[in-house]
């Protein structure tokens, strides 16, 4: 929840200084402003927003501009609370983005004490108006309860405007939602077209998401150009999330021209900021000694973090690797531990392969019912083998 506020505040100070409030008309000494800040001359931009001020009072624009360089601290100290009476100001005269601002704050309490009651008024207020971000905010008070009654579907609602009207955090809550059915029907489709509208605004976590749903064929085509491209911009916009599935698309050569050196450099620094994947596959450096020493213990050190991490590929490589004894000790127990921690994670293979180990009894009592229950989850994902264990078991009993 925290974590969502702070998005969604993020939002209300990034937004103002990068456009002008819908619907507002700015004097000449504003629209200069503007420009000023678009020149990143931020002490000149204060002052034309000032001198607007004294031609007008009540230009609320102006007041709002002056709240969002003390709010980013562009020109001036930076300070929540002036920011706070600057945008208290603008609010009261209809100023939507003002308006957003501070009902984030109240539901933060960034400069000012938390009020969920006045966050909800304030929001409703930008939000009427047809503010994204406050639409997207009013979303997350209704799912949350803050200020308004719960209410799933009314917060449903308003994300669903935020993301029509162009908010890229409800364009990625969506999408979220959609592929997980969290709340929402399960629509991978749906979940692609979200993301897709996220990345084409720019946002680099979409791009990443969007790229692994091209890597996986989930919800759009298989496709391993398309999928290295939107890694390879995302990761030089810097989403570590990027950095190792642009890493493994460069070392296995997947829509990109393989490099191995290149390959390397990006799933260390995924590994380094502690992204699974990128454990996971700096572990694969050190096994087969690309881009890496060859060395068999940082290899096991890595599958075995990145499993703990919750990394399926990392789980199945190491229950593959105590099941054989290969470059781990040999153990049935240990091997049946982890590939259940990935079957319960809804992995296929690890389904497969758990329902086997029941079927003869390897680290796990022998047990057909126990079997069969695996390998129906399995093949109620499309794994081939698991239909063909089931039809096996069918010939025993």
Not at 165 to 175: E, N, T, Y
Not at 187 to 215: I, S, T
Not at 365 to 372: C, I
């Amino acid at each position: 929840m925290k974590h969502r506020l702070r998005i969604l505040l993020a939002a209300a100070l990034l937004l103002p200084l990068l456009v002008p409030s819908p619907a507002v008309a700015e004097s000449a000494k504003v629209r200069q402003g503007v420009k000023q800040v678009a020149a990143r001359q931020y002490k000149k931009a204060l002052n034309s927003f000032r001198a607007a001020l004294k031609t007008d009072p009540n230009d609320a624009e102006a007041m709002t501009r002056i709240g969002d360089l003390h709010a980013s601290g562009l020109g001036v100290p930076r300070s929540d609370e002036e920011a706070v009476r600057w945008y208290a100001k603008a609010a009261p005269l209809g100023h939507a983005s003002a308006r957003f601002a501070l009902a984030a704050r109240y539901a933060s309490g960034r400069g000012v004490g938390i009020d969920p009651a006045a966050a909800a008024k304030w929001c409703r207020l930008a939000a009427d108006q047809g503010h994204p971000g406050a639409q997207s905010l009013l979303g997350f008070l209704h799912e949350q309860g803050m200020g308004v009654p719960r209410d799933e579907a009314e917060s449903l609602a308003w994300y669903r405007k935020a993301a029509e009207g162009g908010d890229v955090a409800a364009q990625k809550l969506l999408a979220w939602r959609h592929l997980g059915g969290n709340g929402i029907p399960k629509d991978p489709a749906a979940a692609a077209m979200w993301y897709r509208k996220a990345a084409e605004a720019g946002d680099h976590d979409a791009e990443a998401r969007l790229a692994g749903m091209y890597r996986d064929g989930i919800g759009v085509p298989r496709d391993a150009v398309e999928s290295a491209a939107l890694y390879g911009r995302a990761a030089r916009g810097g989403s570590t999330e990027a950095f190792a599935g642009y890493g493994r698309a460069l070392l296995y050569g997947r829509g990109v021209a393989q490099n191995e050196s290149a390959a390397a450099d990006w799933i260390r620094k995924a590994a380094e900021r502690g992204v699974p994947e990128g454990i996971f596959l700096r572990g694969v450096l050190y096994a087969y000694g690309r881009g890496e020493p060859k060395d068999d213990v940082e290899a096991l050190e890595g599958y075995r973090r990145a499993a703990e991490e919750g990394y399926v590929d990392g789980q199945l490589q190491i229950a593959g690797m105590h099941l054989t004894g290969r470059g781990a000790p040999l153990s049935d127990n240990t091997a049946a531990a982890w590939y259940l921690r990935a079957a319960e994670a809804g992995s296929p293979d690890a389904q497969v392969m758990l329902g086997w180990m029941h079927e003869v009894g390897r680290g796990v009592p022998k047990d057909l019912g126990e079997a069969a229950r695996w390998y129906l989850l399995a093949a109620d994902q499309g794994n081939t083998v698991a239909r063909d264990r089931l039809k096996h078991l069918e010939t025993l009993r």
